[in-house]
Nanobody, 124 residues
């Protein structure tokens, strides 16, 4: 059974850092573009970052560019999101997601495997 387990969320002060991890099982990890999305209360789920199987292509949302870094270790079936210089507006539930594609997509609808979400709260 396909399973994505995303962990690493928590509460931090503005300017702090967190590293999210997502471990995939039940799929051929190399065939999947992986991504991170976030959803704040009352808002739609939005794209944060994505990464190709080779890690050569890594699009980022403008709001996080320069602060967040996505990476993956295919031998460990794991994708990471390093979040630095966190801001209160980064507060959201963060979801790991997978899409069986060879090129990253920013569209929520193109992802068909999702983690359960991990809460990130950034206080001022």
């Amino acid at each position: 059974q396909v399973q994505l387990v995303d962990t690493g969320g928590g509460m931090v002060q503005a300017g702090g850092s967190l590293r999210l991890s997502c471990v995939a099982s039940g799929l051929n990890f190399e065939n999947y573009v992986m991504g991170w999305f976030r959803q704040a209360p009352g808002k739609e789920r939005e794209f944060v970052a994505a990464i190709s199987w080779s890690s050569n292509t890594t699009p980022y949302a403008d709001a996080v560019k320069g602060r967040f870094t996505i990476s993956r270790e295919n031998t460990k079936n794991t994708v990471y999101l390093q979040m630095n210089s966190l801001k209160p507006e980064d507060t959201a539930v963060y979801y790991c997601a997978g899409a069986r594609r060879f090129y990253p997509t920013t569209a929520v609808s193109q992802y068909n495997a999702w983690g359960q979400g991990t809460q990130v709260t950034v206080s001022a």
